[in-house]
């Protein structure tokens, strides 16, 4: 990532989608940085956001966010939808 979310960008983000373990990359569960930071952890959603801040290739991809509504992953539905939001 050229330029990773800050982490209140990140913080903004998942109020929107419904919490922070909706940005996890369900694909990264078997790479060294999900195992040693996420994997067997109950973690608050600070903490999720804090190490996907440090870990960005651990986000789900693309982020998608408006200002009123925000999508992570390639649901082409929802990027329309947000993406219409932000072109009205």
Do not use: C, F, W
Not at 20 to 49: C, F, M
């Amino acid at each position: 990532m050229t330029h990773p979310p800050t982490l209140d960008e990140l913080q903004r983000i998942a109020k929107y989608l419904g919490g922070a373990k909706l940005l996890l990359n369900p694909k990264k569960v078997e790479t060294p940085e999900y195992k040693a930071h996420i994997a067997g952890r109950e973690l608050s959603d600070r903490e999720i956001l804090e190490t996907l801040h440090r870990y960005p290739e651990l986000l789900k991809k693309p982020i998608l966010y408006n200002g009123e509504k925000a999508v992570a992953g390639y649901v082409p539905d929802r990027l329309e939808s947000v993406a219409k939001v932000g072109a009205a």
